[in-house]
């Protein structure tokens, strides 16, 4: 038996253990909070497992220790509250009883009955989190061990403590888990658990949408995000939940010559992205950004592999991708701008650079330009170090050059100096197609540095343009 020192634990876990013995309840803390203070991780939720009626003590535990925040599933024998340790902080913590569950093959969601520990803990899905911390005064700060997660933990594999066939149908978000602990932790996955999700990816059809972003984005959250999308791919689950994604997977020959595999590639550049920020939707936007290559693939004599125009199908295929996974919206157009302009500072790192296609690219990047650098920086992936190195010196000059165009801090949350509204008033137009095509143009002309940023500069420029043009432009609107 195993035990933990005291002053590992928080104090508030104590007074916890204190009134279920008051109470004659059984209590124990159980999960990943174990496993993170075994491995000296940080952890603030806290799941603390019941033998007995839990509904009644979760109300006491919020009486006595001033719980806030409480939430009550009397029907799942379940309660939520934020309690407060002296030492530690705020943790969020859940009280549930000891169940067992069992599942029909075409449903995710169990009978629950009623269980002992034992039950509660071999449904679990790997040993490592299938441990249990005693909070009652007899045997207190003992590690309950059915499964030896101690020792896979001191082993960095992941195994389920039951068939692992069993334990992902009872909950095929489990299989994406796997993959997620083999990221965040750096374990290895037992063959059998492998295998086990190669033969029930399909299964994951049946989990929702909402389950399956939650623990995705963990994954590119991770320090290397690539060791669980690898996971996910090479047992097909990726296909089942980002078909998209999954088909960029391969090599394709032709009279000799093949391109590069996109989607090992697209894992390398998340990496490389992961490596300078954690900026989930950057990561996102590296994992999309080549998502418009299997559909633009195409090879010729003369040239070889093309994928022209591949950004913008990729930002089609984005859409569709936010749509359906049940991604929130507000980071859709980061996302597609990021897809769209990745290419944008490649061939201006090739060539001398004009002040106008500088001032171009700060104004579509807008505050987003230090994110774009980033990702084309991670894009290059290539294995020969002369090459690598030629290419960043190539982005050295971008930013260089970026640094010297005056307008630079101006640019970057570049606003036009007068606004459609101001237009319509100067010309007296109504609002319309025309408005729009004036204004276009005139916001044009400050980025390429035909007029000075100035409201009356771009005033006097739309009365003339407005006045060279006026034949040519239809049905006016004037009011």
């Not at 095929?172 to 037992?190: G, K, T, V, Y």
């Not at 994954?219 to 690898?230: E, F, V, Y």
Request: glycine share 6%.
């Amino acid at each position: 038996m195993t035990t933990l020192s005291q002053e590992s634990i928080p104090e508030i876990l104590y007074s916890i253990g204190d009134l279920a013995d008051k109470n004659g309840l059984g209590c124990y803390l159980v999960g990943g909070y174990v496993r993170d203070m075994v491995m000296q991780r940080p952890c603030t939720d806290i799941d603390i497992m019941l033998i007995g009626d839990p509904v009644p003590f979760a109300k006491t535990v919020r009486d006595t220790l001033h719980g806030r925040n409480f939430v009550l599933f009397e029907r799942f024998r379940t309660a939520q509250l934020e309690l407060t340790d002296p030492k530690q902080g705020t943790f969020k913590v859940e009280l549930v009883g000891a169940r067992k569950e069992s599942y029909n093959s075409d449903s995710r969601k169990p009978v629950t009955l009623i269980g002992t520990l034992d039950d509660d803990l071999s449904r679990r899905d790997f040993t490592i989190n299938a441990l249990a911390l005693v909070l009652n005064k007899e045997g207190r700060n003992q590690i309950i061990d059915h499964f030896h997660g101690l020792e896979d933990i001191k082993n960095r594999i992941l195994r389920t403590p039951l068939d692992p066939e069993q334990t992902f149908s009872d909950d095929p978000l489990r299989m994406m888990r796997a993959a997620r602990f083999a990221s965040q932790l750096e374990f290895r996955l037992l063959p059998e658990v492998l295998e086990a999700m190669k033969t029930m990816h399909e299964r994951i059809r049946i989990v929702s949408m909402e389950r399956i972003s939650n623990e995705f984005f963990k994954i590119m959250l991770s320090a290397r995000p690539s060791t669980g999308l690898i996971t996910l791919y090479e047992t097909g689950i990726l296909k089942e939940i980002m078909p998209e994604v999954a088909i960029m997977a391969g090599i394709e020959q032709f009279d000799g010559l093949g391109h590069k595999d996109t989607l090992f590639h697209t894992f390398q550049v998340i990496d490389n992205v992961a490596a300078k920020t954690e900026n989930l939707w950057l990561r996102i936007a590296a994992l999309l950004h080549d998502i418009g290559k299997p559909a633009t693939k195409r090879f010729t004599k003369s040239a070889g592999w093309t994928f022209h125009g591949h950004d913008a199908v990729g930002i089609r295929i984005v859409d569709k991708i936010f749509k359906y996974m049940h991604w929130p919206l507000d980071s859709l157009e980061y996302v597609k701008k990021m897809v769209r302009l990745h290419h944008r500072p490649i061939p201006l790192s090739k060539e001398e650079i004009s002040d106008s296609a500088i001032r171009r690219l700060m104004f579509d990047a807008g505050e987003d330009l230090s994110d774009l650098m980033n990702l084309c920086r991670a894009d290059v992936t290539s294995k020969n170090p002369r090459k690598v190195l030629q290419i960043m010196s190539n982005f050295n000059h971008v930013e260089k050059k970026i640094n010297e165009v005056g307008e630079k801090d101006l640019l970057a949350k570049w606003r036009p100096p007068i606004s459609g509204e101001d237009i319509m008033e100067t010309l007296g137009l109504s609002e319309g197609r025309v408005v729009g095509m004036i204004k276009k143009k005139m916001e044009n002309a400050v980025i390429d540095g035909l007029i000075p940023y100035q409201r009356d500069a771009a005033l006097d420029y739309i009365k003339k343009l407005y006045q060279e043009h006026l034949n040519e432009i239809p049905n006016p609107g004037a009011r």
